[in-house]
């Protein structure tokens, strides 16, 4: 795979794909790059999301002390697609960025993002399901523990009424 200025994009991962088997299965060639801080962002779990709960969204402050911390992925073109599909890119849902992620030791980079800037909805909450994903991203790339501590765990889930569905969700990643 080239890099982000050949066949391959960039792509910063902060919520449930930050976990490589969930990505993979979206995104069967996807290949871990590096961790990265993308400054002057917050992670917040208020997306609505259309099973009727929150997921992960990369909320701009413009406070420089504020980061999400996430993985960067190196995803084919020809599978982008399948990502944003993934992720309901198309008519008005996911606003796609370039933002500017610093990592300690590849300095900056403009990178492909999925974040939402319209349906915030601060009552939800993320199913467990969701949540564990994100959990097991954040362990698996080594994120800083206070991070992981303070803007992932100590985020409120709840248990999904579709018991089928949250059953179909954890059988498409195998930990």
Known sequence: MRSA???AVLYFAYGSNMSTPRLRY???SCRFAFVARLPNYRLCFHKRSTDGSAKCNAFTTAMPA???IGAVYEIPRDEKPALDCAEGTGARIPRRDSPRAIT???GNHGLYIHRR???HSNGLKPYIWY???VVAGA???KLPPAYVESYIRAV???RDPDAQRERARRAEVKF
Do not use: C, L, W
């Open 5 to 7: 200025t050949g066949s």
């Open 156 to 158: 409120d889930a709840i």
């Open 131 to 133: 949540k564990d994903f």
């Open 26 to 28: 979206r995104v069967a």
């Open 139 to 141: 362990e698996e790339h």
């Open 66 to 68: 504020d980061a999400v």
């Open 104 to 106: 300690p030791r590849q």
């Open 117 to 119: 800037r319209d349906f």
